[in-house]
């Protein structure tokens, strides 16, 4: 899923301004810089900075040329009717003027197209490669998420050997006890087995006796 937008569009835009105000053409501005001066990916960089240029040419399209001040001053040096007639003049020199910004503007379009399909491509390639990369971030999220699992797992079960390896130690010393006792019961036994021989032996004896005693009173 890819990341919200830190900045607006709002953001961007009057930074732009800003630099216009300054003295800057929208037109020197390029994308990387936008995106230097406030980040962002830089096809929304683009995008934000195409909808600035579109903006600025359609303020400046609309104000009319004005009487340029040299001019002005050239025609004020005449009397009215030179004034006049210099003045009548504005209108063929505002007519070549004018088809010189045609001429201008048609080849200016003919470069936009062509500047704008060469964006459109690079824009698309660089669009590609911002998807890629939010894919390989939310992979890289995922790996992370199941490392960090792995890594409790095996915490739990470095806790859980620990656990066993001390029961272990307990079942060697209960171990060690019995064998200890077990030692002591087979001594007591081997003592009370030598002990019940002698009796048998004592009592073998006594029996002997007492039938010889018999046998003399017969």
Not at 99 to 116: M, N, P
Not at 142 to 150: I, N
Not at 158 to 180: C, F, G, I, R, T
Request: overall charge negative; hydrophobic content about 35%.
């Amino acid at each position: 899923m890819a990341r919200p937008e830190k900045y607006t569009e709002d953001d961007y835009l009057s930074w732009i301004e800003s630099q216009v105000a300054s003295g800057r053409s929208v037109k020197d501005i390029s994308a990387s810089e936008l995106q230097k001066a406030l980040g962002g990916k830089y096809s929304r960089c683009q995008d934000v900075l195409t909808l600035a240029q579109d903006k600025f040419a359609e303020l400046k399209s609309d104000s009319a040329p004005s009487m340029p001040v040299w001019f002005r001053d050239f025609a004020s040096q005449f009397a009215e009717q030179a004034k006049q007639a210099a003045e009548s003049q504005w209108l063929k020199i505002g007519n070549g003027i004018n088809e010189s910004i045609e001429d201008a503007t048609a080849v200016f379009g003919d470069r936009k197209t062509e500047y704008e399909s060469q964006l459109a491509e690079q824009l698309g390639h660089i669009r590609s490669l911002e998807s890629t990369g939010d894919k390989q971030l939310a992979q890289i999220d995922e790996q992370q998420r199941q490392l960090s699992e792995a890594i409790s797992e095996l915490s739990e079960l470095k806790s859980n050997n620990a656990s066993l390896k001390s029961e272990v130690a307990s079942w060697k010393h209960q171990k060690a006890d019995l064998a200890d006792q077990l030692s002591t019961v087979r001594g007591d036994y081997k003592s009370a087995d030598s002990a019940l021989v002698a009796a048998r032996s004592e009592r073998d004896i006594l029996k002997g006796k007492v039938e010889a005693y018999e046998s003399t009173k017969r």
